[in-house]
């Protein structure tokens, strides 16, 4: 790996970092430790926008039930559907769902809300606000 690069993913990692869920996550996937399905889909979910698929699969592939392949898998679904970056109400809904938690902080009113901890692209944002005013039209035409 080039100097340029390291620099660049130090960087990454850095941002991601600056999300305490995001380092927990980051940490347990260094330290080989299961995080679960749903910690494997939001870390992909999240740290999409800050690492590309080779430093994803490098951190996943060491996860029980998920090579190389599996990991590139989740990283392809998640790219094609193009889902942002999970709420912390449907993380702490995926949490209950299995033995790792995903949010280090879950009694932290403010703990793993991502989308206050670190920036996204400008993109991320325009769904979200996309996906509102498309659910506010749907219930306004319902009514």
Not at 25 to 30: K, R, S, V
Not at 67 to 74: G, H, P, T, W
Not at 81 to 100: C, G, M, S, T, V
Not at 109 to 131: A, H, K, W
């Amino acid at each position: 790996m080039s100097k340029a690069a390291k620099q660049t993913t130090q960087t990454a990692h850095t941002e991601l970092r600056k999300s305490q869920m995001m380092a927990h996550l980051l940490d347990a996937l260094e330290e080989g430790t299961d995080i679960g399905h749903y910690g494997r889909l939001t870390f992909v979910m999240v740290a999409r926008h800050f690492l590309d698929d080779d430093q994803m699969v490098k951190l996943l592939a060491n996860q029980p039930e998920l090579d190389e392949k599996a990991a590139r898998m989740l990283i392809l679904q998640v790219q094609e559907r193009d889902y942002n970056p999970p709420k912390r109400e449907k993380i702490l809904e995926w949490q209950a769902q299995q033995d790792f938690p995903i949010c280090p902080s879950s009694e932290d009113p403010n703990g793993c809300n991502v989308y206050r901890d670190l920036e996204f692209p400008q993109t991320v944002y325009d769904n979200v606000e996309e996906f509102y005013e498309e659910r506010v039209q749907a219930e306004t035409n319902g009514n």
